[in-house]
Every structure is written in C-alpha cells, then in structure tokens.
C-alpha cells in the first residue's frame, strides 16, 4: 500500500531555513504528481506546492512562492521541499501527499520562532 514518510522538521528561528523530505513506496513514485500541504494549529489543510510527475512543473500557494522549492528524485523515490526565508506563519505539521488521491503521510513538525 502506499506509505509516505516526512522528515527534516524542527525548530528554526525566522529568516532561517528547512529542507523537507518525503520517502514514498507502495506505488510507482515517477508515475504521480506529489504535493506538500500543511496544518497549523487550529486550521484547516492548505495546500502548498505541486510537482508534476516528471518534475518540470511545479505550482506554489502564492504565501511561498520564491522562499520554498519543491523538487523530486525519481529515482531515491524522494520529495522534498527547500523551505527558505522562514517566517513564524509557516509554522505547521507538513505533510506530503500523493496525487491526485491526496494519501499523506504522518507529517513532520516544523515551528519558526525566535
């Protein structure tokens, strides 16, 4: 089945930064666009980042765009996102998710505070 695994959290102050990372198996990595999405406390799921199956597309919730970058390696099977610029607003469990079925994984904390 599909199993999605989000690492690289923590704490960063502001301005610092954070690179995610999302091991996935169960299914045929290369044939799905991948997704980031994250929930701070007390809200909803936001989605934040999209990347197309073979890589050469990417779509960002435009609070992101030009502090974050999503990438893949096909061949590792592996996610990511570069998270730049940090701001206290970002702070939220981060989770990654499969298209366009949305199965996600456990999340990874990430918290930005001085």
């Known amino acids: 089945q599909v199993q999605l695994v989000e690492s690289g959290g923590g704490l960063v102050q502001p301005g610092g930064s954070l690179r995610l990372s999302c091991a996935a198996s169960?299914?045929?990595?290369?044939?799905?666009?991948m997704s980031w999405a994250r929930q701070a406390p007390g809200k909803g799921l936001e989605w934040v980042s999209t990347?197309?199956?073979?890589?050469?597309?990417?779509y960002y919730v435009d609070s992101v765009k030009g502090r974050f970058t999503i990438s893949r390696d096909n061949a590792k099977n592996t996610l990511y996102l570069q998270m730049n610029s940090l701001k206290p607003e970002d702070a939220a469990v981060y989770y990654c998710?499969?298209?366009?079925?949305?199965?996600r994984g456990q999340g990874t904390q990430v918290t930005v505070s001085s």
């Open positions: 998710a499969k298209n366009p079925d949305n199965s």
């Open positions: 169960g299914f045929t990595f290369r044939a799905y666009a």
């Open positions: 990347i197309s199956s073979d890589g050469a597309t990417t």
